[in-house]
């Protein structure tokens, strides 16, 4: 019975205490509704109070924006009211300078037409009274020209010899003829003379009025360069009076906007502290239910391991931080960890799309890899495949500095913690809560390959800084573009001590510093560095050093330990809660102080320019009048010049004609008769010998005979010119061959290698080479006889396509032609109607050439053809060999025309 007693008991007990964990449970899970209940109100009521500041923030932004849209629009109209005015002035100016400048040219081109038609006045008269002084010589000088051949004639009438009278009468026309070219040379002179005036003042009068014109035109150059000065001064003072205004609006706008960011910033410093407050007492609350839930239901007072909030202890390589993951600061973003759908986007927030540029449309649904730069992004969903796998993961739970990848191209340094999350039906997830690692604006990142230097990735403010373009932009620089002389012989002191450099922008010096590592991923070697920049001047501030410092390289957490502390500081009262006050007061009073110091030094330079461009003018002016007494004192010295050459020039024009005129008559009357007998000679000399013969008879010398190795001749007769003889009259055949031999002659004349040696009856002799020496070469001889075939080629062509109808009627005219090549021996025979004549085999070879020949063929010796040697400019038909008389049989060829 004990037994069955202590076993009901226990099993009473069990009970009892099963009932007891019920209940407790049943308190848990109404303790957990009831926490859900009050956090979704106490979030609906900070989600109300922060929607009411947004509006109050967005009314203020508003109200700002109207005011400085109004400021901009008054700020441009008043500047297009100040040009518009400048305009106008200018305009003014410029008409009442151009009316003045017409006026001048005016009455300029008065005076110039005065003294223009003052000059035509002399002129003319000039030119009467020169002509009847060359009437007057002329009339003097017939008269005397008769009074001397009336004595002539007088004489000669006396005189009874027939001979001397002819010869008298000879030196009569003779000295007339001389008379009369001395009166012509003396009229011409005296022409040339008056000419000579008359052209001198021309010069004279044209050098004073191209006088008149130059220093016309330096004036108004000189009025035009005042008129440019003068309105370049003002536009000089009238854009400083601008710039002053423009700085004065830059002041104003800065003081406004000055404002706005303390206001904003007190904005959100009441915001964090109502948040802090609202999380506070919700922590307060929490505990003070858990702690009456405890006191209710004993079981659960060993189960006091959980957190006052949703909180995570993270642990990093330096130290322990916490991240509370309901703040509102947080970036937050869910992925897939699924194996189908892995590293798609499933959910982001809205600090999110602020701090990514992305819209939700844009990512939800799309690999995260849209974020990370590569070749980070390709190695991403390795990473937690390898996480899911092995459970070995040095991102999970734990804080990294990294680097996002914004919407428009641009990196960004974040602050990033990734939790683990699997549901009871198996999905698995990741949330990431990114916080942006805040950057100085005097550094940044950038990041390129170690290979190649080529800028992959920059921050914002390096872009901006260096004016760089992204890949995504269409950018394609290089390292050294941004960095001079950061290359492969200086990227090692980037790892060590840092690399600096300077580089020029705008009307500063840019000082930077590279410091970085060197990082191999996947394939890639990249070099991660931080790019810090300020001016070399100084011109930095001290907050813009002290915000560099505090742009640390180590991994920020969202909250640190302390922050809590110091957000109650500053809800109770911290120095920077009552700054607001004082700075905005502080930056009201610096721009009045700003302005009036910018009112005084603009004062001060406008009078010194003032001062500066009056002493401009007058130097100008005096610079224009020297320059205009040195230009007239030259132009006085030019036109003393002139007239001192003028006068010189008629002296010796007068001296000159005197001593010429005897010679110039003399030279005349014997350049005359030897002009007339040499002229007879030559033309004879020309038309019977060759040219070489005719030099040296017209040097002295008598020709010898000579000997030629090698003279291609041809014949020309006229086909059955016996039976035409007997058909048609001597008169008819005598005009038949004056037409055929004229063109003939005018075809040989073409070529000068060819002479006409001689013509008789029908027959026609033409030789080439007759001009060359001994020593000629083989193409010298080729050329001869090439002359000689084109000239035979034409001399058929001639007379096949000449019409003779009017001399010789139906009766057709053909001409045969023979040519060959050879030595002959040639020399000129008698001293009275001399004839160069040629003798040898050749001569008697090319006749019988001729006459085996065909009518409208030209036939020609294997010799012409091995004297043309290389020539292929001509194509021969073998003929055979055929009997010629004197030579036996003989294989000759036909020209093909």
């Not at 050329?783 to 003779?804: H, I, T, Y």
Request: aromatic share 6%; net charge negative.
């Amino acid at each position: 019975m004990e037994a069955k007693f202590s076993q009901t008991a226990a099993v009473m007990r069990c009970r009892s205490v099963t009932e007891a964990k019920l209940k407790a449970q049943n308190a848990l899970v109404k303790l957990a509704d009831e926490e859900a209940t009050i956090h979704s109100a106490n979030m609906e009521n900070t989600l109300q109070r922060v929607r009411t500041q947004l509006i109050e923030q967005g009314s203020l932004e508003h109200r700002n924006i109207e005011a400085a849209f109004d400021t901009a629009i008054s700020w441009e109209r008043k500047e297009q009211l100040n040009a518009l005015i400048d305009k106008l002035t200018n305009i003014k100016s410029l008409i009442r300078f151009q009316e003045d400048q017409r006026e001048r040219e005016a009455a300029f081109k008065s005076s110039t037409r005065q003294k223009r038609a003052a000059f035509q006045g002399r002129s003319a008269k000039m030119e009467q009274r020169h002509t009847s002084e060359r009437n007057e010589l002329f009339m003097s000088q017939k008269r005397l020209t008769e009074t001397f051949i009336k004595i002539r004639a007088v004489e000669i009438q006396h005189i009874k010899d027939k001979n001397q009278k002819r010869r008298a009468k000879r030196d009569n026309e003779v000295q007339a003829q001389m008379a009369s070219m001395r009166q012509q040379k003396e009229s011409e002179f005296l022409r040339e003379l008056q000419l000579i005036k008359v052209r001198q003042m021309s010069e004279v009068n044209d050098l004073e009025i191209s006088n008149m014109e130059e220093l016309e035109d330096i004036a108004v150059q000189f009025r035009l360069d005042e008129f440019m000065m003068v309105t370049k001064h003002s536009q000089i003072e009238n854009e400083m009076a601008v710039n002053l205004e423009i700085q004065k609006h830059k002041q104003e706008a800065l003081r406004v906007l000055e404002q706005q960011k303390v206001i904003n910033a007190a904005l959100q410093r009441s915001q964090r502290k109502q948040a802090a407050a609202v999380a506070k007492n919700y922590i307060a609350a929490s505990k003070n239910r858990e702690r009456m839930l405890i006191g209710d239901h004993p079981l659960l007072k060993g189960d006091d391991k959980s957190s006052d909030t949703e909180q995570v202890e993270v642990k990093n390589n330096d130290s322990n931080y916490q991240m509370n993951l309901a703040s509102d600061d947080n970036a937050v973003i869910k992925i897939s960890g699924d194996k189908a759908t892995m590293g798609h986007i499933q959910f982001i927030n809205e600090h999110f799309n602020r701090m990514f540029g992305y819209a939700n449309n844009e990512v939800v649904g799309k690999n995260i890899s849209i974020i990370i730069p590569q070749p980070f992004a390709d190695l991403h969903d390795g990473f937690l495949r390898k996480y899911l796998e092995t459970g070995a993961s040095r991102v999970i739970d734990r804080f990294q500095q990294v680097m996002g990848l914004h919407k428009d191209g641009h990196v960004i340094p974040i602050i990033l913690c990734v939790k683990h999350n699997t549901t009871t039906d198996g999905k698995r997830s990741f949330a990431g809560f990114i916080k942006e690692s805040k950057l100085s604006n005097t550094s940044g990142y950038i990041i390129f390959d170690s290979k190649t230097f080529k800028v992959n990735y920059a921050t914002k403010n390096v872009e901006e800084v260096f004016e760089f373009k992204n890949t995504k932009n269409g950018g394609n620089a290089y390292v050294e573009d941004l960095i001079p002389g950061l290359n492969q012989s200086t990227i090692k002191h980037v790892s060590s001590n840092g690399y600096q450099t300077e580089k020029k922008q705008g009307s500063g010096i840019l000082a930077i510093t590279v410091k970085g590592d060197r990082m191999k991923v996947a394939d890639a070697n990249l070099y991660i560095c931080r790019v810090t920049f300020r001016k070399s001047d100084g011109s930095s501030s001290a907050a813009n050093n002290e915000a560099e410092e505090d742009d640390v390289e180590l991994p920020m957490t969202f909250y640190e330990e302390g922050e809590s502390d110091r957000e109650t500081n500053d809800e109770g009262g911290s120095p920077n809660s009552h700054d607001n006050t004082n700075e905005h007061g502080e930056i009201v009073v610096d721009v009045e102080k700003d302005n009036a110091i910018l009112n005084e030094a603009a004062s001060g330079r406008i009078k010194a320019i003032h001062a500066h461009h009056k002493i401009v003018h007058s130097e100008l002016k005096r610079q224009h009048r020297s320059v205009y007494n040195q230009k007239s004192k030259e132009q006085r010295r030019r036109v003393s010049e002139l007239l001192k050459d003028q006068e010189e020039e008629i002296e010796t024009l007068k001296i000159d004609q005197a001593a010429a005129m005897k010679e110039l008559l003399d030279t005349q009357t014997q350049s005359e008769e030897l002009r007339a007998d040499t002229a007879v000679s030559q033309n004879l000399l020309g038309m019977m010998l060759p040219a070489h013969i005719m030099e040296k008879i017209e040097l002295g010398q008598v020709p010898e005979p000579e000997q030629f190795k090698c003279v291609t001749l041809f014949f020309t007769d006229i086909y059955a010119f016996k039976s035409l003889v007997g058909n048609i009259s001597s008169v008819k055949i005598l005009q038949l061959l004056n037409v055929l031999y004229t063109k003939f002659d005018e075809i040989i004349a073409k070529y000068p290698l060819l002479y006409k040696v001689e013509s008789v009856s029908d027959t026609y002799m033409v030789a080439a080479g007759l001009s060359l020496s001994a020593d000629s070469t083989k193409e010298e001889y080729a050329n001869c006889a090439a002359q000689a075939l084109k000239c035979c080629a034409e001399l058929q062509a001639l007379v096949m396509f000449m019409d003779f109808e009017e001399i010789v009627g139906k009766l057709k005219i053909s001409l045969r032609i023979g040519l060959h090549s050879g030595p002959i021996n040639a020399g000129l025979i008698g001293t009275r109607m001399s004839r160069y004549c040629l003798f040898g085999d050749t001569v008697n070879t090319a006749s019988r050439m001729c006459t085996t020949g065909l009518p409208g063929k030209v036939q020609l010796s294997a010799q012409t053809i091995q004297v043309l040697g290389e020539d292929d400019s001509f194509e021969f038909e073998e003929r055979g060999e055929i009997e010629v008389k004197g030579k036996g049989r003989m294989m000759t060829y036909w020209f093909l025309l």
